[in-house]
């Protein structure tokens, strides 16, 4: 994200308002590609010259608030390493233990005219196999200034082979391949995805985000979860309004917040929601407002109104929910539509609040006349996992949930006290009609308006 210094908005009256760029502005076309360029020409090299010549660009441009937030999101996808053939730390201590003898090392000593430091040097890099080239760069090879840009994006620099995990934010919410397949740094990724960093630093100091969204519920709320939001769900209508059931739910609202917003000016619940945002424009359809404290109005702060929604165009460099999230769901998934069944297998349909956290039942299954009932399938195992989905299932406490439940897994029936006669136990596989036969007997009729 952009640090608070790069971040541009604008104050009317009660609101506040990023200043977008316009992405089509070949000023700004321009520039994005001679940034993106700088980086390509600077793969291999050290950082110190990357900064230098971002700093040249900047000084010559008179928007040079934005040079430096392209270059700050530039940046965000680079990692830099220590490249030296030997630890700097370890060629620094036998460096100063041959010299000990003989004068201190300088910082830059001249090879040519030094004879005495060109011997240290030279007898330091036999000792420890290498050149006396690599001897002197390696020296101060840990310098944050001397470390080298070893990978941009999805290129990586010729010299280096050592990148295992990245720590760029677009590897870090999802598989990397399929994101740089499709997020692979452009002039178009760069410039939206700097007009969504402009819109994360407005949240900085939020104290409440209020989102609604109609589509995409899954993910959503994985990232409400990831990022640790305090959150209370309620279902709507097509138009936004609340409605009493999720039965006849169109979307859902989700109110963010939380105890460190209500009792200090800390700006570290506003940063979560400004890691969230991005997971918004992941859905065809979504709202945001937010209320967001303004340390610039005086002796009292007041509060200002953020509002944000689809049609501004936004694109999220996170990664979307697949379709499923196991084999097993996915085969039920294939069989569902070979068998001969009235009952429609409907894919994450619902959104279960269950206080502190949230539900998302693998299926909804629907039949024609309005009955429907909630599915989910509990497949996985590990201790921890089965744990919480225990748990939530319980909490759940519906009435027409039913849950298949793997033969594997370290639970028996007793886990399921008060609705072990709607668990279905399965070995490889699920089967339709099993489940079809469930739903017959547990579905509950709803308004199918949505």
């Known amino acids: 994200m952009l640090t608070a210094d790069l971040a541009r908005s604008r104050t009317y009256e009660d609101t506040i308002t990023p200043l977008f760029i316009d992405t089509d502005d070949q000023r700004y076309r321009d520039t994005a590609e001679e940034l993106i360029h700088i980086f390509e020409e600077h793969l291999g090299g050290p950082k110190g010259e990357l900064e230098d010549t971002i700093d040249q660009l900047t000084a010559a441009d008179t928007d040079y608030k934005i040079v430096q937030g392209l270059a700050k999101l530039l940046k965000d996808e680079c990692e830099f390493e220590t490249v030296a053939p030997v630890a700097p730390q370890r060629i620094r201590e036998e460096l100063f233990a041959v010299a000990n003898d003989n004068y ?56 280096y082979e050592g990148v295992e995990d990245s720590t760029t934010t677009t590897r870090l919410t999802g598989n990397s391949e399929e994101s740089y397949a499709e997020d692979t740094v452009t002039v178009d990724w760069l410039l939206t995805r700097y007009n969504l960093a402009l819109a994360q630093a407005v949240l900085y100091d939020a104290t409440e985000m209020r989102v609604r969204v109609w589509d995409s519920f899954a993910t959503v709320f994985s990232y409400v979860k990831l990022f640790g939001l305090m959150h209370r769900i309620y279902p709507i209508d097509r138009d936004g309004n609340r409605v009493p059931s999720t039965d006849v739910a169109d979307g859902y609202e989700a109110v963010l917040d939380g105890a460190v917003s209500l009792f200090s000016k800390s700006r570290k619940y506003g940063i979560r929601m400004a890691n969230f945002l991005p997971a918004l424009p992941l859905c065809d359809r979504w709202e945001m407002e937010a209320d967001i404290l303004d340390d610039d109005s005086g002796p009292s702060s007041r509060t200002l109104s953020f509002e944000l929604d689809h049609t501004e165009g936004l694109s999220s460099h996170y990664s979307a929910q697949s379709d499923f999230d196991s084999d097993v769901e996915r085969t039920l998934a294939q069989k569902w539509e070979r068998a001969n069944t009235d009952w429609e297998l409907i894919r994450e349909d619902d959104v279960l609040d269950l206080g502190a956290e949230v539900m998302l039942p693998d299926f909804a299954v629907e039949h024609p006349d309005g009955r429907r009932v909630l599915f989910e399938i509990v497949g996985f195992w590990t201790p921890e996992y089965l744990d919480e989905k225990l748990a939530k299932i319980r909490d759940a406490d519906r009435d027409n949930l039913i849950v298949a439940v793997s033969e594997r897994l370290d639970c028996s029936a007793d886990d399921f006290e008060g609705m072990d006669d709607r668990v279905l136990w399965f070995k490889s596989g699920i089967h339709v009609y099993d489940v079809v036969e469930l739903a017959e007997e547990y579905a509950v009729e709803t308004t199918l308006e949505h």
């Open 104 to 159: 201190p090392i300088v910082r830059q000593p001249t090879l040519g005219e030094d004879t005495k430091s060109i011997w240290v040097y030279s007898t330091v890099a036999e000792r420890l196999g290498i050149t006396l080239e690599e001897c002197y760069r390696g020296m101060y090879a840990d310098l944050e200034e001397n470390q080298q840009l070893v990978r941009f994006g999805h290129r990586v620099s010729d010299e």
